[in-house]
C-alpha cells in the first residue's frame, strides 16, 4: 500500500488525524486542502466565492487528480468524493479511509462554515450536506472508521490497526 487517503465531512478530523498518522507510521503527509490553496494563491472560500461551487469542485478535482506521492498520508477537502476523476486516481495509489462521525459531532466541531470553505449550495443546509455526502464517503472507502467519542489519539491507533488488519499485518503498518 503506497498512500493512505482520509476522506470524510469537514471537521471529521481528517488534517488532525492525518499528521498524527504520518508521523506514527513514518510516512509523508499531505492536506490537499493545503495544496489547492498554494496552487491558487488563495483561501478555499475565496476560490469557491470568484468560481462557485462548480467551478472549486472542478479546480479540487483537477488538483487532486495530479497528486503524485508514495508512503504519503493524505486528507483530502470533504468535496473529493463528487470528484470521480481524482477518487478513482487516489484509489489507484492508495486506500481510503472514511472517517465517519455523526451528525451531532460534525455540527457541535463546526461554527466557521462561512469561511471555511465548505461547498455549501444556496439554501442547502449542513445536516442536508451530511445526509447528501455519507452514502458518497461509504461508497468510496475501503475502509470505514467510526470515531464516534474518540480523542484523536484513539483515531490515530483504531485507523492504523484497521489498516493493518486489512493487510494482514498483525505488527502494523
Known amino acids: 500500500m503506497s498512500n493512505i ?3 470524510g465531512m469537514p471537521g471529521c478530523g481528517k488534517s488532525t488525524v492525518g499528521v498524527l498518522l504520518a508521523k506514527a507510521l513514518g510516512y509523508a503527509f499531505m492536506d ?7 496552487r491558487r494563491k488563495k483561501k478555499l472560500q475565496q476560490i469557491i466565492n470568484e468560481k462557485g461551487i462548480d467551478g472549486f469542485l472542478a479546480i479540487e478535482e ?10 504519503t498520508v493524505i486528507a483530502t477537502g470533504g468535496s473529493v468524493v463528487y470528484g470521480k476523476r481524482a477518487m478513482a486516481h487516489l484509489h489507484e495509489n492508495g486506500t481510503v ?6 451528525y451531532a459531532e460534525i455540527e457541535r466541531r463546526l461554527d466557521n462554515l462561512a469561511t471555511r470553505g465548505v ?3 444556496k439554501g442547502q443546509t449542513l445536516r442536508m450536506l451530511y445526509d447528501e455526502r455519507v452514502p458518497l464517503y461509504e461508497a468510496e472507502a475501503d475502509v470505514v472508521f467510526d470515531a464516534s467519542g474518540n480523542q484523536i489519539e484513539q483515531t490515530v491507533a483504531g ?8 493487510n ?6
Open 62 to 71: 483537477d488538483t487532486i487528480a495530479g497528486v503524485d506521492c508514495e508512503h
Open 32 to 38: 490537499t486542502d493545503v495544496v489547492l490553496q498554494e
Open 168 to 173: 494482514g499485518d498483525a505488527h502494523g503498518l
Open 159 to 166: 485507523i492504523a490497526r484497521a489498516l493493518a488488519a486489512r
Open 5 to 7: 487517503v482520509l476522506i
Open 97 to 102: 479511509v472514511y472517517i465517519k462521525l455523526p
Open 119 to 121: 461547498t455549501l449550495r
